[in-house]
C-alpha cells in the first residue's frame, strides 16, 4: 500500500499496517501532515497543529511500540472535552484564543485517547463554546465540507467531521450535547456514534457536562473504528457520579455479530416539522435494507416523540446557565474579569437569559426531562431498534443559521428546526448512530439514525455492521477538495 493510499483507510486497517510493519507511525503520520498541509487551508477543519510533537511521538511509537489498540494512528482532538496539558484549548472563543491559553491538566478522556496509542495532529474547529449545528466560530472562522466548499460540515463536531471526511485523519473525536456527533456525521458521510450517558467520565473537571446531556465519543469512516473508539474510552474514573452498564465483552467484538432477527419501528417525520424529501428517502432506503436482513419492520415509534415541539426548547433553559458558568470558567482560565461584548451575540444572548433561571427553574426544567425521557424509553420494552432522519434538511450552506440579534427567539428556532430528531435522545440518554446510508441527486450525503435502549450500543453495532456490509460506504469520498 502507498502512504497516498492510506487517506481512505479507516484506524483499524491503518493501526494493522503499522504492527505488521507494513508501514511505520512515522510515515502515516507524514503522510496525514502533509494532507493537512495541502487541505486544511481550504477547510479550516483544524485550529491548532502540532507536527513536531506528532512527529516525536510517532517515532518513540515506531522505536517501542504500544500496545494500544490504535497504536501510532494519525489523530485529532476536537477543541472542547479532551483537554490535554500543554495544548492549547480555546473552546471556540476569541478570549482563550487572545491569551494564548494551554490547558494545565489532562482530562480522563484525552488521557485515554493516548492510552490507546494515538497520536494527536492537532486540534479541530468548533462554533463558540460548541452551542451551534455548525461550524463557523467568530474566533476561528467557518470550517467548509469537503462536499461542497460552500456548505458547513455541521457542528458542533464540524472541524473533525470535515478533517476525516476529506481524508487528513481516519477518526478523530468529537462530543453530542444535541446532536453534535451525529449532525456532522449526517452532512459529511461518516459514522457518529453517540454513546449512553455514563459511558465515558468528564473527569476531572467536570461532573456532568450540559446537565447530563453532553456525551464524549469520536466520528470515524467505519463501524468497527467507531467501536474500537468507544472501548479505549468506556469506563469509570474515581469521584464519577454513575457510569453507564458495562458491556459483556468489547464492543468491537459485537462488530460482524448476528443481531438476530429484531424489532425494528420507524419514524419518517415529525408532526410539525418540514422533513426533506431525502431524509425521508434515507429513512425508506435504511428499513428497507433492514427488512431484507431479516428484521421484523413495524410502522410504530415513541409517541412521545410527536411532543418535540413542546420538549426540545426545554435544551435552553439548560444552555443558560450553562453558558454563564463557561463564562465564569474562562474568567478563571485568563485571570481576569470578561464583557459579554468580547464573545458572539449567540453567546450572550444565552448568558443574559441565564438569571431569569433560577436553582428551582432548573430543578423543574430538569423533571421536565426526566419525565419525558421516562415516558420516551419505555418504547424500547418492546422493540429494539428505532430508525429516524438524523436531520430534518440534507445540507447546510453557510450561514444559514447566523444569530439574528433583532430576534434572537427565531434564531434559536431555526436551529431546533434543522435538528429536531437528535436532542431528545441526549434528554434521555440512549446511544444513537448516524450510518452514511443514502444519498441526494447531487451525491451529498445523508445520515440515518438508529436508536437503542439505554445502555444497549451492542445492539447499535450488530445492527449497523450488518448495514455497512449490506450497503458500503467505503469507497465513496468527496471530490471537491482533492
Not at 100 to 105: E, G, I, L, Q, T
Amino acid at each position: 500500500m502507498t502512504l497516498d493510499e492510506l487517506r481512505w483507510i479507516d484506524a483499524t486497517a491503518t493501526a494493522e499496517l503499522i504492527s505488521t510493519g507494513e508501514i511505520t507511525s512515522v510515515e502515516a503520520v507524514d503522510a496525514a501532515l502533509a494532507r493537512m498541509d495541502r487541505l486544511n487551508p481550504e477547510l479550516n477543519a483544524v485550529i491548532h497543529e502540532f507536527p513536531e510533537a506528532a512527529r516525536a511521538d510517532a517515532a518513540a511509537h515506531d522505536r517501542s511500540p504500544g500496545s494500544g489498540p490504535l497504536a501510532g494512528v494519525p489523530f485529532l482532538l476536537k477543541d472542547i472535552g479532551a483537554p490535554l496539558a500543554g495544548q492549547p484549548y480555546h473552546l471556540g472563543t476569541a478570549v482563550l484564543r487572545e491569551a494564548n491559553y494551554v490547558a494545565p491538566v489532562s482530562s480522563h478522556l484525552g488521557q485515554r485517547f493516548l492510552n490507546a496509542g494515538l497520536v494527536v495532529l492537532g486540534r479541530t474547529n468548533l462554533p463558540e463554546f460548541g452551542l451551534m449545528a455548525t461550524t463557523e466560530p467568530v474566533a476561528f472562522g467557518p470550517t467548509r465540507s469537503p462536499w461542497d466548499p460552500s456548505l458547513s460540515p455541521g457542528g458542533s463536531s464540524g472541524g473533525s467531521a470535515a478533517a476525516i471526511a476529506a481524508g487528513i485523519v481516519p477518526a478523530a473525536h468529537g462530543n453530542d450535547g444535541g446532536g453534535s456527533i451525529r449532525i456532522p456525521a449526517s452532512l459529511s458521510g461518516l459514522v457518529g456514534l453517540k454513546s449512553s450517558r455514563g459511558r465515558v467520565s468528564n473527569g476531572p473537571s467536570i461532573g456532568e457536562a450540559w446537565s447530563g446531556l453532553a456525551h464524549e465519543g469520536a466520528l470515524a469512516r467505519s463501524v468497527r473504528d467507531a467501536a474500537v473508539l468507544l472501548d479505549v474510552i468506556s469506563g469509570y474514573e474515581p469521584g464519577d457520579h454513575y457510569g453507564a452498564p458495562s458491556f459483556q465483552r468489547p464492543l468491537s467484538a459485537e462488530v460482524g455479530e448476528p443481531p438476530g432477527a429484531l424489532r425494528i419501528g420507524f419514524l419518517h417525520a415529525l408532526d410539525g416539522y418540514d422533513t426533506h424529501p431525502d431524509c425521508v428517502d434515507g429513512v425508506t432506503t435504511a428499513v428497507k435494507l433492514l427488512g431484507d436482513l431479516g428484521h421484523h419492520i413495524e410502522d410504530a415509534s415513541p409517541a412521545a416523540l410527536q411532543r418535540t415541539a413542546e420538549v426540545l426548547p426545554l435544551l435552553y433553559r439548560i444552555f443558560a446557565p450553562a453558558v454563564a458558568l463557561n463564562i465564569e470558567s474562562v474568567e478563571a482560565m485568563v485571570g481576569r474579569p470578561v464583557s459579554l461584548a468580547e464573545f458572539e451575540p449567540r453567546t450572550q444572548d444565552h448568558a443574559r437569559r441565564a438569571p431569569s433561571v433560577s436553582a428551582v427553574d432548573h430543578f423543574k426544567t430538569m423533571q421536565s426531562i426526566y419525565e419525558h425521557s421516562r415516558d420516551l424509553q419505555t418504547w424500547w420494552q418492546s422493540f429494539d431498534l428505532l430508525v429516524t432522519p438524523v436531520l430534518a434538511q440534507p445540507k447546510l450552506p453557510l450561514g444559514t443559521l447566523v444569530f439574528d440579534e433583532n430576534d434572537p427567539d427565531e434564531s434559536h428556532a431555526a436551529m431546533l428546526r434543522f435538528m429536531p430528531y437528535t436532542a431528545q435522545f441526549n434528554m434521555s440518554g440512549q446511544p444513537a448512530i448516524s450510518l452514511p446510508l443514502h444519498r441526494t441527486s447531487a451525491g451529498q450525503p445523508v445520515g440515518v439514525q438508529l436508536v437503542a435502549g439505554y445502555g444497549r450500543e451492542d445492539v447499535l453495532i450488530r445492527v449497523a455492521s450488518q448495514l455497512e456490509a449490506a450497503a458500503p460506504w467505503s469507497d465513496i469520498h468527496p471530490q471537491q477538495i482533492v
